[in-house]
């Protein structure tokens, strides 16, 4: 409830410090200070201490799952806003409203870490979309972002008429729409019920990227400006993942064994088109995008198994996913050109950022003693428990076998091939600084995960 | 970890790592190689003193353990046997040799290329030591990154692609290697990876078919067997003579070592249903790499394959499941390690001095380099299993075991052998005498370092040849656990 309030004032008081001042970059810092206070507030909740009491009717709920959610969160847009000020302030000539923008979309992000209704479930989608088209289309002299505004919210306005169609059937089936009342009905799964919830699961996979509902993606990810990418790639699929993992295990936890094997289908197909259309990117954006489908079928295999090492695993994904694709975004929206070879020789110019690149690349592959590995490792490790499904699991690992193709293409141009020219660009000493603590973070992680994970309980 | 003397030989990996780290940050190459040696030579030293301080009954000399992560019941436990030992031994022999012999000024960035093998060490080690599963792989996979960074950076020309290939191939075998140690982590009564919990796993005839393929993969393109051989040549040609000698020498035993301690003594029911094949199949793979060799005019390649049919000949004893056989492959592995590396060197010495390892452009070094052409002689012949070398008792003591199994593999793998001879012989010929080619005109004889290194190789080839019966006292309370599923008494 903290995070929600705090989020959703600064980001009016974002909006009016556009008025105050013209420095760019005390916007910037207004801003930092602003997601390390919702953050502060997140944990001040974490620890019991609400701000506000009031009565929520049941409509919204803070769990410690969902706190740690919210602080995983909140933490990685900490360490977005400190990498990519800079260009956050290039990409406008009001960076304020922008900044005002994602305050808004935190707070949706909070309202969906404690939802118990379906209306909530709704409103804390829409408060994240609507921000979102327009941070896609930002650049607004560039066609291409143009295109992905709009492509981004006609399927979003789609796949949200989807969810409520879904949601007005679960209503009209079970006469409530808090997540319990919905979970009492499906008890016995009428057509009525069963197509409330597989509209629910069209739109979920949607908002997730989960093929075969993923053709947005990729245009819309590479059509947006770099850096407000970055924000949709990692945040925002988290927190639509998150949704769809406590949609799911609430409301339908009961009937696991009616949907599990289209979720199962569906992992298994974004699995292996997002990592073999990865695999002919030239441009490093598209393939980060097209790895970003991929890293959605691996959370998918979490919501397929729902169990507590799904849990556990959703909350590390969700961590070394978002901070190893925030870092590989934040260098890319520095470099003019985005393909493969633009890369080359880059140790070579800039070894300290090279390193940290190196190791969110080994993280997102899945290479142990990073997060990324453990994140995996519990995705599998759920799976496996339903012995009958081990072909799941072998999908998964050919996939990440592929993902390695690519992923370790970028090492190749990075630390073994030379360098076509000399470097103009300059990273700065605090840049560095905070890229290195990512990457520092990452392997923390990957040594020892459990000091994420027994957060949750 | 420190505070119980008895756990010291947890500093086999402690001290690479720590080297390592610290090796990035060293910006003199003498400092880092003075580094690197002194952090191989402790090791060393641990080695030894733990041979010493070794209990008669050698099983479980010491075990590190805390726990690492309690959530899934992974414990960092380690533990010292006659099989650990022997390949800990052997790591510890080959880094220091490794490190003596790199001339300064021949790698650039000295520092990370010290750093990245000490990491590779850390990982052999935690590979040979590791009690747990997931500890286990732990260091599969951190022996596998640095050699892919230490091949693509420093390698020869086709580099990146060779070794990338390299890579593929063995990370996907250890993911297949994840997945069986998971599922085997699940469906067991206990909620821990330690291997005592592994070995009392109760799996019915299917899931042990399942897990040995997925296990057996994992394995087979480490060592590499055939038909999983592919990338090893291009791997062993295009990575610097260094790394191939710690790929050849230490890293394909991880393989033959993943077989004896986890594939055999997990899946007995499988192991029995596919060892007759899997040992055809394998001497089949050691013709056809023999057979390669003979025709192979790079030398860096000859080598290369006539490691696929030694190694092949150690996996094939394995499967045959007798103790003669496995002690045999327990004291190979030791001896085929330092021959290959015996081989390595100087293969390295012609290539740094005549710029290439083509055989058809070398002759006559003999006449400039006897000392040289003497180690060599040593050498091929420990290659070739003559007796009175060392690979000759294990040789011999496999060939047993293939023959107690079925005699006319047994006669098959004989082939091998006599191909081998062929093609080792081959090689010195036209390597070593002959007319002098232009290639080896400017041929100096070998300095000190290597002379030095080459002599302790060579003494181990005659010593262990002449005198085993060390080793196998060494090595004789390590057989019984790994076959204990099969002898029903």
């Known amino acids: 409830m903290n995070a929600i309030i705090i989020s959703a004032l600064w980001g009016v008081l974002m909006m009016y410090t556009g008025f105050m001042t013209s420095a760019k970059r005390t916007v910037s810092l207004v801003a930092i200070i602003g997601v390390v206070l919702v953050f502060v507030a997140n944990w001040l909740e974490y620890l019991g201490l609400s701000f506000v009491n009031m009565d929520m009717m049941g409509m919204l709920q803070f769990n410690t799952f969902g706190l740690v959610f919210n602080g995983i969160i909140l933490f990685s847009t900490l360490i977005y806003f400190l990498l990519s000020s800079t260009e956050i302030e290039k990409s406008s000539h009001t960076p304020s409203d922008l900044y005002a923008l994602m305050f808004f979309v935190l707070s949706g992000i909070s309202v969906i870490a404690g939802f118990q209704s379906l209306l909530m479930l709704f409103i804390g989608i829409e408060i994240i979309s609507i921000p979102l088209y327009v941070l896609a289309g930002s650049d607004k002299s560039n066609l291409k972002s143009n295109e992905a505004a709009l492509k981004y919210f006609l399927m979003g306005a789609f796949s949200t008429g989807l969810m409520l169609m879904g949601i007005a059937l679960l209503y009209g089936s079970s006469g409530s729409f808090s997540l319990e009342g919905v979970a009492a009905g499906v008890g016995v799964l009428t057509p009525m019920r069963a197509s409330g919830m597989v509209l629910l699961l069209a739109s979920m996979s949607f908002k997730v990227s989960a093929a075969p509902f993923h053709f947005w993606t990729p245009d819309v990810y590479e059509g947006s400006p770099t850096v407000y990418t970055s924000f949709m790639a990692t945040v925002v699929k988290s927190a639509a993942f998150f949704a769809f993992l406590k949609l799911f295990e609430s409301a339908f936890g ?39 489908i991929a890293q959605a079928g691996f959370m998918m295999l979490g919501v397929f198994a729902l169990n507590t090492y799904a849990k556990q695993g959703m909350i590390l994904y969700f961590a070394a996913y978002s901070l190893a694709t925030i870092a590989l975004f934040a260098v890319l929206a520095k470099l003019k050109d985005h393909s493969i070879e633009a890369l080359n020789g880059f140790a070579k110019q800039h070894p300290v950022v090279a390193f940290s690149v190196l190791i969110s690349l080994l993280s997102l592959a899945g290479i142990p003693l990073t997060a990324g590995f453990f994140a995996k490792y519990y995705m599998l490790l759920a799976v496996l428990k339903y012995a009958e499904l081990l072909w799941l699991a072998l999908v998964a690992i050919l996939s990440a076998a592929i993902s390695v193709y690519y992923y ?32 520092i973070l990452i392997l923390v992680l990957g040594i020892h995960p459990d000091w994420l994970i027994k957060l949750i309980y | 970890m420190f505070s119980a003397f008895d756990n010291f030989p947890a500093l086999l990996i402690w001290l690479p790592l720590a080297g390592a780290l610290l090796s990035f940050f060293i910006r003199s190459e003498i400092v880092a190689k003075t580094t690197a040696l002194v952090v191989s030579a402790l090791s060393l030293g641990i080695v030894v003193a733990s041979l010493f301080y070794s209990d008669p009954k050698f099983y479980q000399l010491t075990q590190v353990s805390y726990v690492w992560l309690p959530g899934i019941g992974s414990s960092f436990a380690l533990v010292l046997d006659g099989l650990t030992t022997t390949l800990c031994l052997l790591t510890a022999l080959v880094f220091p040799m490794i490190f003596l012999l790199i001339p300064k000024g ?82 067991q009564n206990t909620q821990s990876f330690s291997i005592v919990s592994f070995y009392g796993a109760e799996l019915t005839a299917t899931e042990q078919t399942w897990l040995f393929l997925l296990f057996f993969v994992a394995f087979a393109i480490k060592m590499p067997i055939f038909p999983f051989h592919t990338w090893q040549p291009d791997a062993y040609e295009q990575a610097p003579t260094p790394v191939t000698m710690v790929l050849s020498a230490v890293m394909v035993k991880m393989g033959l070592f993943g077989v004896l301690r986890w594939l055999i003594p997990l899946f007995p029911l499988a192991v029995k249903n596919f060892n007759t094949t899997i040992i055809i199949v394998i001497v089949v793979g050691m013709i056809y790499a023999s057979l390669i060799a003979i025709y192979q005019d790079n030398l860096k390649k000859l080598i290369a394959y006539s490691s696929i049919a030694h190694i092949g000949l150690m996996a094939a004893g394995a499967f045959t499941l007798s103790s003669v056989a496995i002690e045999g492959i327990l004291v190979q592995m030791f001896n085929h ?21 083509k055989i058809s452009a070398l002759g006559g070094i ?31 003591m496999i060939f047993n075991g293939l023959y107690q199994f079925k005699p006319w593999i047994a006669a098959l793998a004989g082939v091998s052998i006599i191909l081998s001879a062929v093609y080792t012989l081959n090689m010195v010929k036209n390597v070593f005498y002959g007319e002098s080619s232009a290639a080896v005109t400017k041929f100096t004889d070998i300095s000190r370092v290597q002379v030095s290194v080459l002599s302790v190789l060579t003494i181990f080839i005659l010593i262990a040849g002449i005198y085993p019966t060390p080793m196998f006292e060494f090595i004789s309370d390590a057989v019984g656990p790994i076959i204990k599923k099969y002898n029903p008494n």
């Open chain 1, 408 to 439: 370790f293409r970028l090492i190749q141009a990075i630390y073994f091939r030379e360098p076509a020219a000399e470097s103009e660009l300059d990273f700065s000493g605090f840049f560095k600084v905070v890229m290195v603590f990512n990457a």
């Open chain 1, 254 to 292: 009961e009937v696991h064994g009616e949907w599990q094997m289209l979720v199962a289908v569906i992992a298994a197909l974004t699995l292996i088109i997002g990592n073999i259309t990865a695999v002919f990117q030239q441009s490093v954006k598209r393939m980060l995008s097209y790895s970003s």
């Open chain 2, 337 to 357: 390690g330092i021959n290959i590396m015996a081989l390595w060197i100087v293969a390295d010495i012609i290539e740094q001095q005549t710029g290439t390892n």
């Open chain 2, 366 to 396: 003999a006449k400039k380099a006897p000392m040289l052409s003497v180690f060599l002689v040593i050498a091929a012949f420990a290659n070739i299993a003559l007796p009175l070398t060392n690979a000759f008792v294990g040789e011999f």
């Open chain 2, 106 to 187: 021949r790698f650039q960035s000295a520092n990370n290329f010290y750093g990245l093998m000490l990491l590779t060490h850390c990982g052999l080690m935690g590979v040979f030591m590791a009690a747990d599963a997931l500890v286990f792989y732990l260091f599969w996979e951190l022996a596998l990154i640095p050699v892919y960074f230490l091949s693509s950076i420093w390698g020869g020309e086709k580099r990146i692609k060779a070794t990338f290939k390299f890579f593929i191939y063995t990370f996907l075998g250890s993911l297949f290697l994840l997945i069986g140690i998971l599922y085997l982590y699940l469906h």
